[in-house]
């Protein structure tokens, strides 16, 4: 095997858990609209660092990091657009 291919395999494992672990939070803010926990002012930190870090892997292009962090900040610029917003969005039902 060649070690390029470690390196890839270690980079998706990682990226698979962080953005994995991510989900549950996006998914319960999505399903209740409840965002009145969540820190504007660290979840724009946070939306702003996984944009640089999707910019870092295009250049570099390491697939592992673009794919993890174009599916994170999809969800976390969801996630801080309801929180900026300010509204609760009903549930379906």
């Known amino acids: 095997?060649?070690?390029?291919?470690?390196?890839?395999?270690?980079?998706?494992?990682?990226?698979?858990?962080?953005?994995v672990s991510f989900i549950p939070q996006a998914?319960?803010?999505?399903?209740?609209?409840?965002?009145?926990?969540?820190?504007?002012?660290?979840?724009?930190c946070f939306t702003v660092g996984v944009a640089l870090w999707l910019a870092y892997g295009v250049a570099l292009s390491a697939w592992p990091i673009v794919v993890a962090n174009a599916i994170t900040l999809v969800l976390a610029l969801a996630i801080l657009g309801m929180t900026l917003r300010g509204r609760r969005v009903r549930p379906p039902g």
Do not use: E, H, K
């Not at 095997?1 to 962080?18: K, V």
């Open 27 to 44: 998914w319960l803010s999505f399903r209740t609209g409840d965002v009145s926990g969540i820190s504007v002012g660290m979840y724009s």
């Open 1 to 19: 095997m060649n070690p390029n291919d470690w390196t890839d395999l270690l980079g998706y494992a990682a990226a698979s858990l962080t953005t």
